[in-house]
């Protein structure tokens, strides 16, 4: 039903910048209502929330870790998502996911029903 497709990933420095991209689309999806967040995953570790914007645009919330680095938008015309990456460390180091559900805002990535394919983001020091 909802197709999303990450891109932006690559490998920086320590320090440098990335801004990710997801595209969403789907025959029934409106994009107006539903929440769209950010995840993030290494090997061997939980999935873990990054960051999300609730369906109005304008709600923005941040994992701890990534607060005043990390900055979430959407653009509603282009049916798009991003994850604006400043100041980036080592440990940001893994494959982000950009991930929707209907309605507000949620952490917890079991409470989202769509999920992209994810894009890597390696920092080196």
């Known amino acids: 039903q909802v197709q999303l497709v990450e891109s932006g990933g690559g490998l920086v420095q320590t320090g440098e910048s990335l801004r990710l991209s997801c595209a969403a689309s789907g025959r029934t999806f409106n994009f107006r209502t539903y929440t769209m967040g950010w995840f993030r995953q290494v090997p061997g570790k939980e999935r873990e929330f990054v960051a999300a914007?609730?369906?109005?645009?304008?709600?923005?919330y941040y994992a701890d870790s990534v607060k005043g680095r990390f900055t979430i938008s959407r653009d509603n015309a282009k049916v798009t998502v991003y994850l604006q990456m400043n100041s980036l460390k080592p440990e940001d180091t893994a494959v982000y996911y950009c991930?929707?559900?209907?309605?507000?805002?949620?952490?917890?990535?079991?409470?989202?029903?769509?999920w992209g394919q994810g894009t890597q983001v390696t920092v080196s020091s």
């Open positions: 914007v609730n369906w109005s645009g304008y709600n923005r």
């Open positions: 991930a929707a559900r209907p309605g507000d805002y949620s952490e917890l990535p079991l409470t989202y029903n769509y």
